[in-house]
Nanobody, 118 residues
Framework: QVQLVESGGDLVQPGGSLRLSCAATGITFRIYNMGWYRQAPGKQRELVATITRAGSANYADSVKGRFTISRDNAKNTLYLQMNSLQPEDTAVYYC????????????WGQGTQVTVSS
């Protein structure tokens, strides 16, 4: 059974920082491309950052220079370090695991709430 379990969401003041984690079980984590997405109320889910199985990272323009995605293949865990948080970063953040090696597998976590407010 595949599980992606996010944690680390919280209420934080503007300018603050949070680190999200996504613990993966049931998959061979190291061969998956991983990503963070977010969905704000009334808006569509959008890409935040992705990291390939080789460790190459890609970011949405809105978070470049503020967020850092990383992975620890030994711990089967994905991270998102978020600095200089702003109210517009408020959303539910979802972890995604994508396999595209001949067969395609796509898994989502249940999400973790990040609220940026004073």
């Amino acid at each position: 059974q595949v599980q992606l379990v996010e944690s680390g969401g919280d209420l934080v003041q503007p300018g603050g920082s949070l680190r999200l984690s996504c613990a993966a079980t049931g998959i061979t984590f190291r061969i998956y491309n991983m990503g963070w997405y977010r969905q704000a109320p009334g808006k569509q889910r959008e890409l935040v950052a992705t990291i390939t199985r080789a460790g190459s990272a890609n970011y949405a323009d809105s978070v470049k220079g503020r967020f850092t995605i990383s992975r620890d293949n030994a711990k089967n865990t994905l991270y998102l370090q978020m600095n200089s948080l702003q109210p517009e970063d408020t959303a539910v953040y979802y972890c995604n695991a994508l396999l595209d090696l001949g067969v395609t597998r796509n898994y989502w976590g249940q999400g973790t709430q990040v609220t940026v407010s004073s």
